[in-house]
């Protein structure tokens, strides 16, 4: 057996990694912490209390637009990463070919705008099919959240194409007659990391997503964001440190389901 | 699970015209400025169900409805934007069979430049911008833009300034000695050189003044009157300028759009609105002061006769209307604007 | 990593088509609307924002050139405009060295821990974003305000005496924006490491003795495509990162996106807001081009 090449052995590596996730985790803990506080303060503690929490349950739209926000992520963020891998697939090891920039660009594009700048443009267009088709549900922000999340689950997906071993595949290709087989039962296994890593970028990049949506949305699609929006230019509540640490624990249920689940089949 | 997505999905794709159902009524106004018991007994009495959206500028607002397709009843713009909103057809006429509370409007609130006999809208809440200062740290007269302007020595670096170009401008050129959307170039090249001046003694331009204010991080700035009260409310010292020279005042109004879908709702509304007892109900909310005669009664203890909602006599006649500027008024500011904050 | 050419150039002849869905999507919700900015960006601004209809090529000139406000006959380069581009740049490039620098060895961290493990590890870098932008940069500010957390506990521990003013300054934005981007780096990166062969880290360790050659020639060419995403992912969201400077820096110096929100908001001039969001598109598209050449010419030679 040969020596374990581990992390040990690239001193700082596992102290960078533990910084890293301190500096993550130390502004979640404050406002945590503030959530419970009996102050209206953010700054100033004042005793433990729930009422902020009392206060965001009986508040209709803060529900509205919590399960609203999630909704619209995890729609969103599912379409992004089907439409990402595919796209993935067929821009990934393929010798080049005219046009393979362009549509490289066009993935990337949403990156590459401000957020307010694809927000006006999809007022203008937007509001022309609403008054057209009469039509003003939820179709609208579901194809904008997609559409600007597909870069985001884009390219970890390319990233791991990229560096994935081909023999397997290749190997598959000989045993197996067809290319959908060898994809079915090789290439997406090895894929899904970076599905999972695209996933979750376009997951929380949905959720923080908040001046496109404020521009495309119609009357009563308020999300999470542009509620908090909306409150910015007056006091913020710590209403939202609530809604935030529920949104925390949720989060935290899923991983440990998810934890079990994938232990349980392991 | 993916059923349900679907399901979910479905369903919400298919609530298409939420406006157009019974018993709606969509209001699309500033975020958290509706208080949800107002809305609640509004909904008791009336049997009408308010949705509400929320928008953070008014030209958002502005952008948002001109382009049609938007789906709200009722919308709540800042004066200086209500001739614009008018002039473009924006706005239906209120029906005053409906609106019989119109009367109760203050007078002085009645006959207003930006919407002369209250023909389109009713007063919302209404407001002022001025100094805010932390007397602990600074003891001197209050009523002055100097403060910001010509920062003593221990405010220096402890002066944030709300990023509100035309109210920061208004204040800046009435210190100048000018009107306001002024094209007299000797005015505003003070008022450049001011603030380019000033600018390195403020700490931010911010407008999370509250919590700032509260917390001592911030001694001094330009900030409006509620948010100052609710400073107060955390820290007894924080105390509200009007600056002599001249300042902003302001008032959002509640109007009904003309291509709304729920017009008769809308207009119970409005006219529930300008109730004494429920425009308190808004004031004691957003914690400022609305302008409907006979509803200070109902304000809660701590808005009673507060300094912040009450101009003092002498200081009356300083407090103007801001209006909005011309476009090539408005292009001078922003440019003064940028160049402050490059 | 052989691959037979052959096989590629009959594969793609069906392949780009599965590229289509995604191609659809965003023409419709991102490029073509975006043809309505470069329209706007050539129209003259309208009565209270909008645009009016005709033809100007001010809103160009504007960018790049400024008449002195009281002096209309001196024409000068617009500095303002050229400080703000050049103040986002810097930031940005500075953001994504940072998100590196951390990114890596957590990255590192989680691909090496046990296959089970490492999912678990991702989503804890995620979890934090759960929370709203908003509320997670006030909690920021927090962090960092006079009488905050990290003042506080410094002065308890007496490393210091007085507070150190971290609120409101350039340190505060990039942390804020590392911070907010810290994801988009260590994803890409783990998605690269993760079926990386360490058989051949082990091999490179035995061969050059030396950690930083191992990391140098074995490891950092592994997953070079990872670095790639990642700091696309960063670099280009945080050159127009509006939410991050405003409530962090205070608002008192504006970046390239807060600028291009002013026009479209309080400043009223749709049309220099279109034309300086070409500029941003213009740049971005430019350094993501050269990067991807540069990129591939030394792949070629590698290869070759």
């Known amino acids: ?266 | 699970m993916k059923r349900t997505i679907a399901l979910g999905t479905a369903a919400l794709l298919a609530s298409t015209s939420l406006a157009s159902a019974e018993g709606v009524v969509n209001l699309y106004n500033w975020g958290n400025y509706t208080s949800p018991e107002m809305l609640e007994k509004f909904t008791a009495e009336t049997g009408i169900t308010v949705n509400v959206t929320d928008f953070d500028s008014n030209d958002t607002a502005l952008a948002r409805v001109r382009q049609g397709g938007h789906g709200f009843d009722i919308v709540v713009p800042t004066h200086s934007y209500l001739e614009t909103w008018i002039n473009e057809g924006l706005l239906m006429p209120l029906d005053k069979s409906i609106v019989v509370n119109h009367g109760n409007i203050a007078p002085e609130w009645t006959d207003v430049p930006f919407d002369p006999g209250r023909e389109y809208s009713v007063p919302w809440q209404w407001g002022t911008t001025g100094i805010t200062v932390d007397t602990a740290v600074y003891d001197g007269n209050i009523n002055t833009a100097d403060i910001v302007f010509n920062p003593p020595e221990e405010l220096k670096g402890k002066i944030n300034v709300v990023p509100e170009m035309s109210d920061v401008m208004a204040i800046a050129i009435y210190h100048a000695g000018g009107e306001s959307c002024t094209e007299d170039m000797e005015v505003m090249r003070k008022v450049r050189d001011t603030l380019v001046a000033a600018k390195p003694h403020w700490k931010a331009m911010d407008y999370s003044t509250v919590e700032n204010f509260a917390s001592g991080d911030f001694s001094a700035g330009i900030g409006w009157n509620g948010a100052t009260m609710r400073a107060r409310f955390q820290r007894d010292t924080v105390a509200y300028g009007y600056p002599e020279t001249g300042f902003p005042v302001w008032m959002d109004n509640a109007a009904v759009l003309a291509d709304a879908q729920n017009p008769e709702n809308a207009m119970k509304f409005i006219n529930f609105i300008l109730e004494p007892e429920n425009a308190a109900m808004l004031s004691n909310f957003a914690r400022y002061a609305n302008g409907v005669a006979e509803s200070d009664e109902f304000l809660s203890e701590d808005m009673q006769g507060a300094p912040e909602l009450t101009i003092p006599e002498d200081l009356v006649s300083a407090g103007k209307f801001s209006e909005a500027c011309p476009q090539a008024v408005n292009d001078l500011q922003s440019q003064i604007w940028t160049e402050l904050l490059q | ?304």
Not at chain 1, 171 to 195: K, M
Not at chain 3, 81 to 94: I, M, N
Not at chain 3, 115 to 130: D, K, M, Y
């Open chain 3, 1 to 304: 990593m052989a691959s037979d050419p052959n096989q590629t150039e009959e594969r793609h002849g069906w392949k780009w088509l599965l590229a289509t869905p995604a191609l659809i999507v965003l023409v419709l919700a991102a490029s073509g609307p975006l043809m309505i900015v470069v329209l706007y960006s050539f129209l003259s601004p309208g009565n209270m924002g909008g645009v009016a209809w005709e033809f100007s090529t001010d809103a160009w000139f504007r960018v790049f050139m400024r008449r002195d406000i009281f002096d209309p006959e001196n024409v000068t380069v617009n500095q303002a405009h050229l400080a703000v581009l050049w103040r986002s740049v810097w930031l940005s490039a500075q953001t994504t060295v940072i998100c590196a620098v951390l990114g890596f060895p957590t990255a590192w961290f989680i691909a090496t821990r046990p296959p089970g493990q490492r999912t678990v590890w991702l989503f804890l870098i995620t979890i934090p974003f759960w929370t709203n932008l908003l509320i997670r940069t006030f909690a920021i500010q927090e962090m960092l305000r006079n009488n905050g957390t990290i003042n506080t506990a410094l002065m308890w521990m007496g490393v210091i005496n007085e507070p150190i003013p971290m609120m409101f300054t350039d340190f505060a934005v990039l942390l804020g924006m590392a911070y907010v981007f810290m994801p988009l780096m260590v994803l890409p990166l783990y998605a690269a490491m993760d079926k990386m062969d360490f058989r051949l880290v082990e091999a490179g360790y035995d061969l050059y003795a030396s950690r930083i050659a191992v990391l140098r020639h074995v490891i950092l060419p592994l997953v070079k495509p990872g670095f790639i995403a990642g700091s696309i992912l960063v670099f280009i969201p945080s050159i127009g990162a509006y939410v991050t400077p405003r409530v962090l820096g205070g608002g008192q110096k504006m970046m390239l996106g807060n600028l291009i929100a002013l026009q479209f908001g309080q400043g009223r001039n749709w049309p220099l807001g279109a034309a300086l969001a070409m500029v941003l598109l213009i740049i971005t598209v430019t350094a993501l081009v050269l990067y991807l050449r540069a990129v591939n010419r030394q792949e070629d030679k590698r290869d070759g």
């Open chain 1, 1 to 266: 057996m040969a020596r374990q090449f581990s992390i040990s052995r690239l001193p700082g590596f596992g102290a960078i990694a533990l910084l890293t996730f301190v500096l993550l985790y130390l502004p979640i803990i404050i406002l945590v912490v503030f959530s419970f506080n009996e102050n209206q303060s953010q700054s100033i503690w004042g005793g433990f209390s729930l009422r902020w929490y009392e206060a965001a349950f009986d508040n209709q739209q803060v529900r509205d637009v919590s399960i609203r926000s999630l909704w619209l992520a995890l729609v969103a963020s599912s379409l992004a990463t089907i439409l990402a891998t595919l796209a993935a697939l067929a821009t990934t090891r393929v010798s080049r070919f005219k046009g393979q920039t362009i549509i490289y660009a066009l993935i990337n594009q949403p990156l590459m705008v401000p957020e307010v700048v694809t927000g006006i443009a999809l007022l203008i267009v937007v509001a022309f099919i609403k008054v057209q088709t009469g039509y003003t549900g939820m179709g609208y922000l579901v194809l904008a959240h997609t559409a600007f999340c597909i870069p985001f689950a884009y390219l970890p997906i390319r990233a791991r194409l990229e560096t994935m071993d081909r023999t397997l595949e290749q190997a598959a290709a000989d045993l197996y007659a067809s290319h959908v087989q060898a994809f079915r039962y090789i290439t997406l296994p090895l894929l899904v990391p970076g599905i999972v890593a695209g996933f979750m970028l376009g997951f929380v990049v949905s959720l923080d997503t908040v001046v496109i949506t404020e521009f495309v949305k119609s009357a009563g699609q308020d999300t999470l964001p542009t509620y908090m929006l909306g409150q910015l230019r007056r006091a913020v509540t710590p209403e939202m440190n609530a809604i935030a640490t529920l949104f925390l624990a949720l989060s935290l249920c899923i991983v440990t389901l998810f934890f079990l689940v994938t232990s349980k089949r392991g």
